[in-house]
Nanobody
Framework: QVQPVESGGGLVQPGGSLNLSCTAS????????MAWYRQAPGKQRELVGH??????NLVDSVKGRFTISKDNAKNMVYLQMNNLKPEGTGVYYC???????????WGQGTQVTVSS
């Protein structure tokens, strides 16, 4: 059973930082391309970025502020978010990209709220 588990969310002021973590039983981050998604209130889930063995890729709106990394030994994926903006508010999910594009095996996500 593949089950991603995200953590590290919270309430942060605009300009603040958070570091999200993800672990997923049944997925090997050393093999799979891992992705982070965000679902803002009232909107569909959207891709934030992904990371494979060739390196990370982030959407333009977060480039320069967010960083995706992984630890193969710990089987963990991270999303470091700096200079957060109010539009960064939402539930953040990680998943293997191959499962995400098929709408499968989503975890509970972690809530990020950017507000003063």
């Amino acid at each position: 059973q593949v089950q991603p588990v995200e953590s590290g969310g919270g309430l942060v002021q605009p300009g603040g930082s958070l570091n999200l973590s993800c672990t997923a039983s049944g997925i090997s981050v050393s093999i799979d391309v891992m992705a982070w998604y965000r679902q803002a209130p009232g909107k569909q889930r959207e891709l934030v970025g992904h990371i494979g063995n060739s390196g990370p890729n982030l959407v333009d709106s977060v480039k320069g502020r967010f960083t995706i990394s992984k630890d193969n030994a710990k089987n963990m994926v991270y999303l470091q978010m700096n200079n957060l903006k109010p539009e960064g508010t939402g539930v953040y999910y990680c998943n293997a990209l191959r499962l995400a594009i098929r709408g499968k095996n989503w975890g509970q996500g972690t809530q990020v709220t950017v507000s003063s």
